[in-house]
């Protein structure tokens, strides 16, 4: 077997030394490309960006001083070197870690401006997460008061439906009522009454009680004579008293004819005022108000001249019916019952 040369010994020591540079080369490129994914990673974790992003450039200063290190030996190698083949390869290295070095410088730099980016971006992210934050609180805030207002909702509903049902039962209450009063009034329509209860007279009642006291009607009891008055005038003549029945009258009464509603309210009036000094006014009965009444016509009507020639027809508080009462027709000289919805004046009494 041929032993080599010595020029295919320098020559094979050569291409081996190549071999070791370029796999150095590939190494420290795979190594560069590592750094900077772990720094991207790193960012992307959040919380470690700025400890992700530092420990590749601590590296990356750390592996350019070695480098540095590296080429000064090589210069000082190929300084001493002594043959051709020797300084071949210590140019080569020399040149590979010129390389390596802008590997590192160029990565650094393309570190440091991913470095800056992701702090900024951790800065909007906190940024973000305490306007996050202050918004949860805010509307963890309202989601209380809204539980709240839900709840003084309820309660006011629940008063609602609970005061419903009172209403309803005190209407049911009125409506029972209204059926009882309606019936009892029905009930005592239909029942004979004495001229001295005041409410109810039937026609017949009207007219034994006409006929009874000699009271003048020029239908029922044309031949009565009626009472022999003793007015006198009381309260600056607003009021004439006649001592016969005892009874206090009202010289004129309303200037204007009115329903029996009305006639009550105007009644009501005069006893809030104390007209003529009394506040016990009230409508007369049937039997009171015929007291009035003469047997000849005094002017135009069948009255006392002594009173106010307005009320030619005046209310009692007496009823026929639930819906009629009697009145008293000066002009005719009789008593009868009024159509519904009529109206008439009023003379008060008391």
């Known amino acids: 077997m041929t032993e080599p040369t010595k020029d295919q010994l320098e020559k094979q020591k050569l291409q081996a030394e190549i071999d070791k540079i370029k796999a150095e080369q590939r190494e420290t490129e795979n190594r560069t490309k590592f750094k900077v994914l772990a720094y991207v990673l790193g960012g992307i974790i959040g919380s470690g960006t700025v400890i992700s992003v530092i420990s590749p450039i601590l590296t990356s200063k750390a592996e350019n001083a070695k480098i540095e290190a590296q080429s000064l030996r090589v210069k000082s190698e190929l300084a001493e070197a002594v043959n051709d083949s020797t300084k071949r390869i210590l140019i080569l290295k020399s040149q590979k870690l010129e390389r390596d070095k802008q590997s590192l410088l160029a990565a650094n730099d393309s570190i440091k401006t991913v470095q800056d980016k992701l702090i900024k971006q951790q800065k909007d992210l906190q940024t973000s997460f305490a306007k996050l934050n202050n918004e949860y609180k805010t509307l963890a805030g309202q989601s209380l008061r809204s539980e709240q207002e839900k709840r003084n909702f309820q309660l006011l509903a629940k008063e609602a439906e609970q005061r419903a049902d009172s209403l309803a039962a005190q209407r049911n209450d009125l409506q029972a009522q209204r059926q009882v009063t309606e019936k009892r009034g029905e009930d005592i329509a239909r029942k004979d009454f004495s001229v001295d209860d005041g409410n109810f007279l039937s026609i017949d009642e009207a007219k034994r009680m006409i006929v009874k006291k000699g009271y003048f ?66 409508l007369p009965t049937l039997e009171e108000a015929m007291s009035l009444m003469e047997p000849k016509k005094d002017g135009d009507l069948y009255i006392d001249s002594m009173f106010d020639k307005t009320q030619k027809w005046i209310w009692t508080a007496d009823l026929r019916v639930t819906s009629q009462s009697w009145i008293v027709n000066f002009i005719f000289g009789v008593y009868d019952d009024d159509v519904p919805g009529g109206n008439f004046y009023v003379r008060a009494v008391r």
């Open 217 to 282: 009607d020029r239908n029922m009891n044309p031949n009565g004579n009626g009472i022999k008055h003793q007015y006198e005038i009381k309260a600056k003549g607003e009021v004439l008293f006649d001592r016969a029945t005892g009874l206090y009258w009202q010289q004129s009464g309303s200037k204007n004819s009115m329903h029996f509603s009305e006639a009550q309210n105007y009644i009501a009036d005069l006893n809030r005022r104390k007209f003529g000094g009394f506040s016990d006014w009230r």
